[in-house]
């Protein structure tokens, strides 16, 4: 096919608020690589990575919850996930969906006119484990709000599934997130798991995950929501934030301990969810929406035998058993709406609010 010499693509061009973020019709095409795939973009997701690597809020500096507003101070060393400076101008956007149009020269030709998901997680392909080595799609290197972009051949997979390209988008980085926090924590169907922020992105798949790995689910999440989540197949749904965590536990499950907290909240009710804890608890968590910055009573760690588990870089094969969940049908997308690429700035702004079920995504 004859490909254009420029595409429309929103750059983020600083840390800031969304002026920060500008839309362009005539962004220059990207170049393939030799290992590269060339893919022409369905449909992109959005997700709390977006936010807060525009807003600098990964930054130590930073203290505060993540409200979508830029910060005034944000340190110039440590304002992206990884805690390394971001280079500007950037695309964003992880979950990109679409065809590919062209391949590298190292790439394979039966590519072209395939339908593919980019896994988020770009690694050193010669030693793929090494998180030390790992940078993220749309972080350090271009992503998907754009018509066009590029991945490594290495990073993409091959879908077959009759969801649309919307509904594919809503996956990548909300469930191979959720998963490897469920990974990370070994749950299995002995456990009994609260799932803070359950109404999200990352929230519903945990829900659904943990489901299939047969799981007992406990999710916090606004009441007004909780239909929505039942349908995912949440055992017991409780306020977003109870007053009482332990007697509204007991009032839904008839005991007020869990095995497993996974969390993505953090905040002001942090040493409520960590106090439903059994002992050998397990604690996993890839967020701190509500706030980084919480309380801890280290003896409620130590007396406990309690385990804590950060999640950010998963293992290679999660984002191929995803594949595989999602070709199955063992999971569903969870799609709240849609908007036009052109759009993003507002789509971001209804990401911010929370007040959706599941994931919003842009369309170029």
């Given amino acids: 096919m004859t490909l254009p010499d420029t595409m429309n693509a929103y750059v983020l061009h600083a840390h800031g608020d ?7 019709t005539d962004w220059p095409m990207p170049e393939i690589g030799a ?5 022409k973009v369905g449909a992109c997701g959005l997700n709390n990575t977006d936010v807060n690597t525009r807003s600098g809020w990964y930054s130590k500096a930073v203290t ?4 979508g507003d830029g910060f005034e101070n944000v340190g110039t060393e440590d304002p992206a996930w990884g805690g390394a400076p971001l280079q500007f101008p950037r695309i964003q956007g992880a979950d990109a969906v679409g065809t590919v149009v062209a391949v590298g020269a190292h790439g394979d030709a039966a590519l072209v006119g395939q339908r593919v998901m980019v896994d988020c997680w770009l690694r050193n392909w010669n030693d793929p484990l090494n998180r030390d080595e790992t940078g993220y799609f749309g972080s350090e290197r271009d992503g998907g709000f754009a018509q066009y972009t590029t991945a490594d051949r290495r990073n993409v997979a091959v879908i077959d599934s009759p969801l649309s390209d919307s509904e594919l988008a809503t996956f990548s980085c909300s469930y191979s997130t959720a998963e490897g926090m469920l990974a990370r924590a070994d749950v299995s169907s002995a456990d009994t798991v609260l799932v803070t922020g359950a109404s999200g992105g990352v929230g519903s798949a945990l829900i659904q995950l943990a489901k299939r790995r047969g799981a007992t689910v406990v999710a916090l999440a606004s009441e007004a929501k909780h239909a929505q989540m039942a349908e995912l197949g949440a055992d017991a ?3 977003r934030a109870p007053d009482d965590l332990r007697a509204t536990l007991r009032h839904a499950i008839g005991r007020d301990t869990v ?10 009710n942090f040493s409520q969810v960590i106090d439903v804890l059994a002992r050998g608890g397990r ?3 890839s967020g701190a929406i509500a706030g980084p910055i919480v309380d801890l009573d280290l003896r409620t760690l130590y007396l406990r035998d309690l385990s804590f588990f950060g999640s950010t870089v998963i293992a290679p094969q999660v984002f191929t058993d995803l594949v595989g969940y999602i070709a199955a049908g063992e999971v569903k997308p969870l799609l709240a709406t849609t908007y036009p ?3 993003l700035a507002e789509a971001q702004q209804a990401f911010i609010r929370k007040e959706h079920v599941g994931n919003i995504v842009v369309i170029p």
């Fill in 283 to 285: 604690f996993t968590c």
């Fill in 237 to 239: 749904l409780l306020p």
């Fill in 35 to 39: 290992d590269d795939v060339l893919i």
């Fill in 259 to 268: 095995t497993v907290v996974a969390d993505i909240v953090g905040g002001p």
């Fill in 341 to 343: 690429l052109s759009e």
């Fill in 18 to 24: 969304m002026d920060a973020m500008r839309f362009h």
């Fill in 64 to 67: 505060d919850a993540t409200t």
